[in-house]
């Protein structure tokens, strides 16, 4: 996941944009700009882990006079962005205007990371509004989800996926399974219309009636309607459907039953071996990421954020002639290896290259719609569960058949949580737990079990409602990238050093200078489609699968 501002749409900002005098040029607000973006990856970092930071600094500066520049350059921007008439611009400089308009109003009035500030207990609290009531939520999964009672020991939420696809044993992957019981009865109590989830739906659900949503800003970004978006996701789904047994399997048991290549595999990666693997695999495909001085925090720990996600910590400019480069923060936390770790930790890196490869004027400097970046994080994380890559990074592997299932299986979980997002986004007043049964069960082989909110395990549901669809829709640019690329260049699963300069030229380094819509169209040649993703779904059928393709 990325941690960055949303943008709203040129046209809508340039309509509310007044149509007065420029008190400044637009060269002195981008500075001002970029300094409010180096003031707000300053205070990020500072907050996300403070015992890293001693007396609360980075780079000779407290976290007070941090939070004071992003104030007084907040307060400038506001007060100078509205006041430049567009229609003396050229087209780029209004672009420019606009992109830093969205962005700033979208803006917190004071810095924010991603480490908790609520209370999980707090989300019993009848009396919450929208945000504080996220916030309570997230906490949850900070507080309990990264804590799971097992076994006489205690594991992190994304540990205990990994080893619910080890598990030969089907008692203790229900044990497992259990665990998360009560991270769901914090979030959804006992299914009830009051649960703290159901009423942060239909709070959200207003929100966005107001506002584009998550899921809008999505289905626009690959230029269908939202009920379009919908019946693609439908369609995955069903097509997944079909090149599988049609056996119907407890939930404790789906992990481990697309799971074989991390079983076959888990010995070859060691908790050790992630970074040294995602490093050595950048650098076959042209980015040295020690070079680039990305920092690293990848050890579990109180507080610390309950998801893995990657941030800016500066964003690189010009000054006085010479590049500034960016540097980038990953934050995750990996109590064991495996090829699941793995593949996050190589997507978390995705958004690290996104970075590093912007080289553009500062108002442009970010990734573009979020379904874009997290599709591309996806694009070389993806290539770990080919064989090509585990036999030239692990020295063993796994048959096709087994990677394929090992990945779209975990992507198939994807689709499934964006669809559940989109439906109860659009339908607030639905039961959750039975909105999520009848996706798993008609489409995933999943024995029903409406008494589980067993959909409630991923944080963004809570923190973020409708940013799933970022990551099930975005399997579909992901599936079209890879193609794309491999057209272009050939099979890069094992490394190919044109690969980010290639990509960087063609795809990255511009930023938001583009419409991200535009710019996918430029770069694929067409639209998006869901094809290139239904065809690797199709490679998976297996004999006795209830198949039409």
């Known amino acids: 996941m990325l941690l960055s501002p949303l943008a709203t749409s040129a046209a809508s900002i340039a309509q509310n944009t007044p149509k007065a005098g420029t008190p400044e040029t637009l060269r002195q607000i981008e500075e001002a700009y970029a300094d409010f973006n180096d003031a707000y990856g300053a205070v990020s970092l500072i907050d996300s882990d403070p015992d890293s930071y001693p007396n609360g600094s980075y780079a000779g500066r407290s976290r007070a006079v941090w939070q004071k520049i992003y104030a007084v350059k907040r307060s400038e921007l506001l007060d100078n962005l509205k006041r430049v008439a567009v229609r003396q611009l050229s087209a780029r400089d209004a672009r420019a205007l606009q992109v830093m308009h969205a962005a700033v109003l979208e803006s917190s009035a004071t810095p924010q990371s991603l480490a908790p500030v609520g209370r999980c207990q707090d989300a019993q609290r009848q009396d919450l509004q929208l945000e504080p009531l996220q916030q309570a939520l997230y906490a949850c999964f900070a507080e309990l989800a990264n804590s799971l009672e097992f076994e006489n020991g205690t594991l992190t939420r994304v540990a205990a996926f990994d080893l619910l696809t080890r598990m030969a044993e089907p008692q203790r992957r229900k044990s497992l399974f259990m665990a998360f019981l009560p991270l769901w009865q914090a979030l959804n109590g006992g299914d009830e219309t009051q649960s703290p989830y159901r009423r942060m739906i239909r709070l959200a659900a207003v929100e966005a009636s107001k506002k584009r949503s998550p899921v809008d800003a999505a289905a626009r970004t690959v230029g269908v309607s939202i009920a379009e978006a919908e019946r693609w996701l439908e369609r995955i789904l069903d097509t997944w459907r079909q090149v599988n047994v049609d056996v119907a399997i407890e939930p404790w048991d789906y992990r481990f ?148 299932r090992a990945l779209y299986s975990a992507v198939m979980l994807d689709v499934a949580w964006a669809l559940f997002d989109l439906r109860m986004l659009r339908g607030p007043d639905a039961d959750p737990n039975s909105v999520w049964t009848d996706i798993t069960s008609r489409y995933m082989h999943i024995k029903p079990h409406p008494e589980l909110a067993w959909w409630a395990v991923r944080v963004q549901l809570v923190h973020k409602p409708g940013y799933m669809v970022n990551y099930g829709l975005g399997a579909v640019i992901t599936a079209d990238i890879r193609q794309r690329i491999a057209e272009a260049l050939g099979p890069f699963q094992a490394g190919d050093v044109r690969w980010y300069g290639w990509l960087s030229a063609r795809l990255l380094k511009t930023g938001q200078e583009y419409e991200t819509r535009e710019l996918l169209r430029q770069f694929l040649g067409r639209p998006v489609t869901p094809q290139a993703l239904l065809g690797e779904l199709q490679r998976i059928a297996v004999p006795g699968a209830n198949s039409h393709l």
């Open 257 to 404: 039953d697309g799971g074989a290549a991390e079983r076959e595999l888990a010995g070859a990666i060691s908790r050790q071996a992630l970074q040294p693997l995602n490093q050595r695999y950048y650098l076959d495909l042209g980015l040295d990421l020690a070079k680039s001085d990305v920092i690293y925090d990848l050890n579990p720990r109180t507080g610390k954020a309950p998801l893995a996600y990657t941030d800016y910590v500066r964003r690189g400019r010009m000054l006085d002639g010479i590049w500034q480069p960016t540097i980038v923060r990953v934050s995750a936390s990996y109590e064991h290896g495996g090829l699941g770790p793995l593949n996050e930790l190589v997507h978390e890196n995705g958004h690290a290259a996104h970075m590093l490869a912007l080289r553009t004027r500062a108002a442009f400097m970010d990734l573009g719609d979020p379904i874009f970046f997290e599709a591309f994080a996806d694009v070389p994380a993806w290539s770990v569960y080919d064989p090509a890559w585990q036999k030239k990074y692990l020295g063993t592997s796994v048959a096709e058949s087994v990677s394929l």
